[in-house]
C-alpha cells in the first residue's frame, strides 16, 4: 500500500486533530494517522478545562489566544461537545494568599482579561458548597470547559470535510525524509510529517526533551448544581506543577451531565497506569479541606493518565531544527485541550510562511537546539 498526501499527522488526539482541521482547510492534503483509537491517549484523560494561565508570559500568550479561538468555535460545535462558559474561581485560603489574588488580577487585567476579586461573603454566594471561613477568591469569568472527546471527533469531521484522511489502528514506526513507516512495512509518503502524539512523541523521536506526568482524576454521579464554576486552589502551580515530588490540589469542576470531576495529581517517573490509591487518597483529603460536602458525594468513576511535559513547561510548536520535513507538535503536558486551537494556527502559519498572531519563538523546538535531536 503506497499513499501520497501533502502532510501526515501522528496522533488523532486533541492536538493532531485541531491541526488536521485547521491544515485541510487550507486546502492541503492530510492524513493523520493514530496507532490506537481517537483521543485514546491524554486527551481522554485530562479534565476539559479552557483556562487562561499566568505562570509566564508565553503561557499566558498561548493561553489566551487558544481561548478566544475556542469562543469563536463554540458556535459550531454540536452540544455533546458540552461547551460552556463557567468561569474559574481561584480559591483563596487564607490571608497570605491575598497577595496573590491581587497580583493575578493585576496581571490578568493588565492584558485586557475580565478578573472579579470575591470576598468571603461573594465567595461563599458564588460556591455554597465550599467550606466556611474561605477568605475568598479571584473569578475568572471567561474560562470555560468542554467535553474533549466530543471536541477532538468534532474536529477531525471537519477535517474530513475538506478531504483530510484518518486512519486508525495504525502505528508508526519510523519517521523517514519522505514520510512515514507504518509497523506492518506500509509506506506513507508525505512532504511534511507532524509529531504531534503527546508522551509517545518521543517513541518516535528518542531525544525530545520530554517526560511523563501522570496525574489522577475521580468523576461523581449526577448532583444537579453542587458546583458552578471551575474551582481551582490559589496554590495550584506551587503544589501540582512542582517538578521534584510527588503532589495534589484542590481542583474540581461542572460538567453539563451534572456530574463533578474531581483533581488533581501529578507523579514523575512512574510509567504504571494503575491507580495509586495513595495518591488518590490524598487528592481526596485536599479536595475535602476546601468542599467537605463532597464526602456525601458517590464516585462512579477513577482514572489515570499521562501528560507529555517539557522542561520549561511550554509544548513544543514548529518545525523541528535539524530536520527540515518534520514539525512537532508536543509536550503540552496539562494545557493541551485549552491550547489545542493556537498550537494549530501557529503551526499552519509556519508551514504556510506567514506570520502568527502572537510571537511564537517561544514554542520552537530550536529553543532546545543545544541539544541533540534525532530520528530513531
Known amino acids: 500500500m503506497l499513499m501520497t498526501f501533502d502532510i501526515a499527522i501522528i496522533g488523532a488526539g ?3 486533530s485541531a491541526c488536521a482541521m485547521r491544515l485541510s482547510k487550507e ?38 489566544y487558544s481561548q478566544k479561538l475556542w469562543e469563536k468555535l463554540a458556535e459550531e460545535m454540536p452540544r455533546d461537545c458540552e461547551y460552556e462558559t463557567c468561569g474559574t474561581i481561584w480559591v483563596e485560603a487564607d490571608d497570605e494568599e491575598m497577595a496573590e489574588v491581587r497580583r493575578k488580577k493585576d496581571f490578568y487585567e493588565k492584558r485586557n482579561v475580565k478578573t472579579e ?40 469531521d471537519k477535517a474530513m470535510q475538506n478531504g483530510a484522511k484518518l486512519l486508525t489502528g495504525k502505528r508508526v514506526v519510523e519517521i523517514l525524509e519522505n514520510g512515514v513507516r507504518l509497523e506492518n512495512g506500509d509506506l506513507i509518503k508525505a512532504n511534511k510529517i507532524i509529531n504531534a502524539a503527546g508522551f509517545w512523541s518521543k517513541d ?6 520530554i517526560v511523563k506526568r501522570k496525574g489522577h482524576l475521580v468523576i461523581t454521579e449526577r ?17 501540582a506543577h512542582s517538578n521534584d515530588a510527588d503532589s495534589v490540589a484542590f481542583n474540581v469542576q461542572p460538567r453539563m451531565t451534572e456530574q463533578v470531576l474531581i483533581g488533581s495529581s501529578r507523579q514523575f517517573g512512574v510509567d504504571d497506569k494503575t491507580i495509586d490509591y495513595e495518591i488518590a487518597k490524598r487528592m481526596i483529603k485536599r479536595a475535602l479541606e476546601y468542599m467537605p460536602k463532597l464526602r456525601k458525594l ?7 493518565g499521562f501528560r507529555p511535559a517539557t522542561p520549561d513547561n511550554l509544548p513544543y510548536i514548529g518545525q523541528h531544527p535539524k530536520l527540515e520535513n518534520v514539525y512537532l ?48
Not at 458517590?298 to 489515570?304: K, P
Open 14 to 16: 486533541i492536538i493532531g
Open 27 to 64: 486546502g492541503f492534503k492530510v492524513v493523520v494517522i493514530e496507532a490506537n483509537e481517537i483521543a485514546g491517549g491524554t486527551t481522554s484523560t485530562g479534565m476539559g478545562h479552557i483556562v487562561v494561565m499566568d505562570d509566564s508570559e508565553a503561557q499566558f500568550a498561548l493561553t489566551n
Open 117 to 156: 476579586i470575591l470576598d468571603e461573603k461573594s465567595l461563599r454566594e458564588a460556591e455554597p458548597n465550599l467550606r466556611e471561613n474561605l477568605i475568598g477568591g479571584l473569578l475568572v469569568p471567561n474560562d470555560s470547559v468542554v467535553y474533549q472527546l466530543c471536541a477532538t471527533q468534532f474536529f477531525l
Open 204 to 209: 518516535l523521536m528518542q531525544d525530545l526533551r
Open 223 to 239: 448532583y444537579p448544581n453542587f458546583v458552578k464554576h471551575q474551582l481551582v486552589e490559589l496554590g495550584y502551580l506551587k503544589s
Open 298 to 304: 458517590s464516585a462512579t468513576r477513577v482514572w489515570t
Open 329 to 376: 507538535a508536543t509536550g503540552h503536558e496539562g494545557l493541551g485541550i485549552t491550547t489545542s486551537l493556537g498550537t494549530a494556527e501557529i503551526l499552519t502559519d509556519e508551514i504556510i510562511g506567514r506570520d502568527s498572531e502572537i510571537d511564537s519563538k517561544v514554542y520552537s523546538p530550536s529553543r532546545f537546539e543545544k541539544k541533540e535531536f534525532a530520528r530513531e
